[in-house]
């Protein structure tokens, strides 16, 4: 089964890797154990295993793939800015979730959470970062915009799957 979206940007089928949201993707195992190499037509990020079997960031612009992080740590989840092109992904360091952001003018990578709790499932736009955090027994939603973090979200529900479009930041609870 092979699904065509957005006017064509992007195709996958059950086997292969899926968009799970502006412009970002994942792959998931095959039953052998391998990974589907993501058929993205244009511009796009995933993530898919190294060499190594570690998972990794790689970007996709105009036809042509690149790795975007190379290291031991599983790197997972990542979000592009249509905006900046900066591309954020939470990685597992020292058994926590934290989340990460590549500057695309600078070619930087730098951590954006060092925190002793898990932070996942991060998505930017026009320079502001949104992701789900856990904190107080349950997920909450954080926004980091310049250098300033801010907790969205206090409550005892759970927070998650945070996104942003323009000014506005929804989320599942």
């Known amino acids: 089964l092979t699904h065509t979206t957005d006017a064509n940007r992007f195709t996958f089928s059950t086997t292969e890797c899926i968009p799970v949201g502006d412009g970002a993707f994942h792959c998931v195992k095959h039953e052998e154990g391998t990974y ?17 079997g570690d998972m990794e960031i790689f970007q ?5 793939a690149r790795q975007v992080t190379q290291n031991q ?3 997972s989840a990542p979000a592009i800015d249509a905006v900046t092109g900066d591309i954020v992904w939470h990685t597992l360091t020292d058994d926590r979730y934290q989340v990460m952001l590549y500057e695309k003018e600078s070619g930087r990578i730098r951590a954006l959470t060092t925190e002793s709790y898990n932070s996942m499932q991060p998505t930017t736009h026009d320079g502001v970062v949104v992701w789900q955090a856990w904190l107080d027994n349950n997920w909450e939603i954080v926004m980091r915009a310049g250098d300033e973090t801010t907790r969205l979200t206090e409550n005892t529900s759970h927070d998650i799957a945070p996104t942003i ?8 609870s």
Not at 38 to 51: L, M, Q, R, S
Not at 60 to 64: A, C
């Open 165 to 172: 479009q323009k000014e506005y930041i929804s989320w599942q």
């Open 60 to 64: 996709k612009e105009l036809g042509v």
């Open 36 to 52: 589907a190499e993501p058929t993205i037509k244009e511009n796009g990020v995933y993530a898919a295993p190294d060499a190594e």
């Open 73 to 75: 740590n599983d790197d």
